[in-house]
Structures are given as C-alpha cells and as structure tokens.
T-cell receptor, first 114, second 115 residues
Framework: AQSVAQPEDQVNVAEGNPLTVKCTYS??????LFWYVQYPNRGLQFLLK??????LVKGSYGFEAEFNKSQTSFHLKKPSALVSDSALYFC????????????FGKGTRLSVIA | KAGVTQTPRYLIKTRGQQVTLSCSPI?????VSWYQQTPGQGLQFLFE???????NKGNFPGRFSGRQFSNSRSEMNVSTLELGDSALYLC??????????????FGPGTRLTVL
C-alpha cells in the first residue's frame, strides 16, 4: 500500500529565511508526487508535481521540490519565506500501476514569523 | 476558466438525516474525486469517478455513496448521518483523458456539521 509521511506537524521560520517542509513516501512502483497548500476555510491549491524527468521541480509562488529516489523523499523548499506563505501544506503520492487513489500526508502547518 | 464549484458551502444537519453534496468540475474535466477532511484523520479518499464510472472507492461505510452525471457533475450522498460525519468535504476534478498523473484541482469544500 502506498503512504506518505510528513514528519513535522508544525514548522516555524522567520520571514526572509529559507523554508523546508519534509515529505517521505512509500510505494510499490514509480511514484507521482504532488504538493498542495491550504489556506484557512479554503480548498487545496496545487503547487507542483513530479512525474518524471528532472528531480528538481519548480512550482507556483517560488516553491520548488526535489525528488530523491534513494531517500524516498520529496521535500518542499523556498529560498525566502513570506508571511503570506503561512498555511497548511500537504504532500500526496500516487502510482500509475493498479487502481490506487491519490494519497495525502497528514499535513504540515507552516508559520512564517515577521 | 471557472474553477471547481461545490454547493452548498455550509450545511447543518441532525443525526439520522441524509445529505447530498454537489460538485461541478472545471469545464472539460471528466474525472471527479471526493475527499473527507477532518482535524484528526486528515484527508481521506472517498470516491473517484471518470466518465460516469466509479474507478475507485475509499474505505468508508455504505452510507457514503456517489455518482457522476453525463456532464461530469458529481454528487455524493451520506445517509443516516452520524456525529463523526462532521467534516469538510472536498471535491477535485482532473483531466480530459483520465490519466492518473493529471493534477487534481480542488473546490472550496462543503462544511458539514452534524448535531
């Protein structure tokens, strides 16, 4: 069965500092990985995805993520955090083989402090 | 292009009642998925539909059901509501080809409160 772990419930970072939100996955087969962000009382907004190719994926709002197959990780990063980046972040994984849905991690709350 | 719309946005029901939630996907999208979001369980997958066919179903009791219409609009129904069904129900649409690597785009959700 596929699964996603986001080991940190909460990440605090000062405005202007780099941020990292961690994600590790477990799948049988090739993973397809996604990051979403959720602001209060809103649905999820798509940030970026890795399907194949370059391990470094660039997405919306200056976010990027690096796919690391040996460490089964897909950490989300941003060089300089903004207060407006404060939100709930979800990592998700899917495999193409079999009839499996998109599986989400529990989420990480990011707090950027001015 | 208009995004995914969900109606109603808020619902209050009492135990034992039933409820129907509606989702209109992005124009041209043929796949719709439903998720339940709660503080304790996070995002739990409910159903996935493509061209009116249920492709996948999550681990929820039979009280939870869904369907998709020929115009790709989808509904989900919960019968005999329980307190634990209180949650944000999210709908997502994706793709025109049913490719499982397609990005899912989410609606704002329906907040269901069961009293």
């Amino acid at each position: 069965a596929q699964s996603v772990a986001q080991p940190e419930d909460q990440v605090n970072v000062a405005e202007g500092n780099p941020l990292t939100v961690k994600c590790t996955y477990s799948v049988s087969g090739n993973p397809y990985l996604f990051w979403y962000v959720q602001y209060p009382n809103r649905g999820l907004q798509f940030l970026l995805k890795y399907i194949t190719g370059d391990n470094l994926v660039k997405g919306s709002y200056g976010f990027e993520a690096e796919f690391n197959k040996s460490q089964t990780s897909f950490h989300l990063k941003k060089p300089s955090a903004l207060v407006s980046d404060s939100a709930l972040y979800f990592c998700a994984v899917r495999v193409l083989s079999g009839n499996t849905p998109l599986v989400f991690g529990k989420g990480t709350r990011l707090s950027v402090i001015a | 292009k208009a995004g995914v719309t969900q109606t109603p946005r808020y619902l209050i029901k009492t135990r034992g009642q039933q409820v129907t939630l509606s989702c209109s996907p992005i124009s041209g999208h043929r796949s719709v998925s439903w998720y339940q979001q709660t503080p304790g369980q996070g995002l739990q997958f409910l159903f996935e539909y493509f061209s009116e066919t249920q492709r996948n179903k999550g681990n929820f009791p039979g009280r939870f059901s869904g369907r998709q219409f020929s115009n790709s609009r989808s509904e989900m129904n919960v019968s005999t509501l329980e307190l634990g069904d209180s949650a944000l129900y999210l709908c997502a649409s994706s793709g025109t080809s049913g490719d499982r690597t397609d990005t899912q785009y989410f609606g704002p959700g329906t907040r269901l409160t069961v009293l």
